[in-house]
């Protein structure tokens, strides 16, 4: 027998078998290990890296505040204004430290926070926590009451930080996800609580509460409720496009029933250098105007086709108004481009104003629409 085609005729047969086996195995299914890699790869999306990329920017916020409270005697009735008997029963206050809690995030390296005014401005100790669990003491930086905007800082260095978006960009539809700290349960997980909705409206103007102006909101559906001011509001980049500050509620309830506003971060970012350079912002100056909204009456008299605008009811001597050339009369119908609906309207608008801003005001005065310039000058200049 030839030896050498034996030979030949095996290695074919083994090489032949080989082969075989190697077709059979890239046929069976894949391990378990490969399976769940395969799994895990195919559940990322957008918004879980988004989520990934800025949950360790999120932090805790929890703050003590001194709070001074009036309490009438009543036995101060008996004595009407009697400054004898007043010293004994007249009115009493009393301070008391109250506990409290929000959101915040880190837009830089060495410790700079954004939260709300409403959660930390007023505050007499700050406390930071962040997703590594660690707990910083922080420093109110500046806050600004109108605007419900406050910047912190923390002493740290090549800490996580988020990048902030362009609001102007945003669309109707996108995806929307809110960070925060609902209710503290920051505080179990050392970890932000995440939920995710859509761009619901922008521009949105809410009326003025408490002195606060609340104009051209981000509205979304993502779940937002107490505990998540000052969270951020991320689009599906990673950006930030918001700060979560109020939610929409029916009656005496804190609880989400629907929607939540954030405050566009362009509206932020010029505030918050603001911050970071004076500790405030300016808005200590005087107009000189004395206005009243234009009611039915009003409209009719001046042959206005709606009830509209304002009504300058009366200017002072050498103040702002006189100098932009207002008069007595004049309706105000517009401000900065800016439709004047009512009296709250302009309210608004001149609150978010800074001193030395110059108004740009659109004025109905005998028959005709004029434009002219009103500068906001410091008070007692």
Not at 362 to 377: A, F, H, Q
């Amino acid at each position: 027998m030839d030896t050498g085609v034996s030979t030949v005729m095996k290695e074919n047969f083994a090489s032949c078998l080989l082969a075989a086996i190697v077709t059979i195995v890239s046929a069976l299914p894949l391990s378990a290990q490969n399976t769940n890699d395969n799994i895990s790869s195919s559940r990322k999306n957008a918004i879980t890296i988004a989520v990934e990329h800025a949950s360790p920017a999120v932090v805790g916020i929890n703050v003590i505040e001194v709070r001074e409270y009036q309490v009438r005697d009543p036995f101060s009735n008996f004595f009407g204004e009697d400054p004898f008997f007043r010293q004994f029963f007249g009115n009493k206050s009393y301070q008391q430290e109250v506990k409290g809690l929000g959101s915040g995030f880190i837009i830089s390296a060495d410790g700079y926070i954004l939260t709300n005014d409403h959660v930390a401005g007023n505050a007499k100790e700050i406390t930071v926590t962040l997703t590594n669990g660690e707990k910083y003491s922080a420093e109110l930086v500046g806050t600004d009451y109108v605007s419900d905007i406050a910047l912190l800082k923390i002493s740290g260095k090549d800490l996580p930080y988020v990048s902030l978006g362009n609001s102007d960009e945003v669309m109707i539809g996108e995806w929307a996800i809110a960070f925060g700290n609902p209710f503290g349960l920051f505080e179990n997980i050392d970890k932000p609580i995440v939920t995710v909705g859509v761009v619901s409206a922008k521009g949105m103007n809410l009326n003025v509460e408490n002195n606060r102006s609340y104009r051209g909101l981000i509205q979304t559906d993502a779940v937002i409720n107490s505990g998540n001011s000052g969270g951020p509001l991320l689009n599906a980049a990673g950006e930030v496009i918001g700060i979560n500050t109020l939610i929409y509620t029916a009656g005496v309830s804190q609880a989400y029933i629907g929607y939540g506003f954030a405050i566009p971060i362009n509206r932020v970012k010029p505030i918050m250098e603001e911050l970071k350079s004076k500790g405030k912002v300016e808005r200590n100056f005087w107009t000189g105007l004395d206005i009243q909204p234009v009611d039915a009456r009003i409209a009719r008299y001046f042959n206005l086709a709606k009830a509209e605008g304002v009504i300058v009811s009366d200017v002072k001597e050498k103040s702002p108004a006189e100098k932009s050339g207002l008069k007595a009369g004049d309706i105000i119908v517009e401000v900065n481009g800016v439709k004047i609906q009512d009296q709250q309207t302009i309210v608004a608008l001149f609150q978010e104003a800074r001193s030395g801003d110059t108004m740009k005001l659109k004025v109905y005065r005998d028959k005709t629409y004029i434009m002219t310039n009103l500068t906001l000058e410091k008070q007692g200049k």
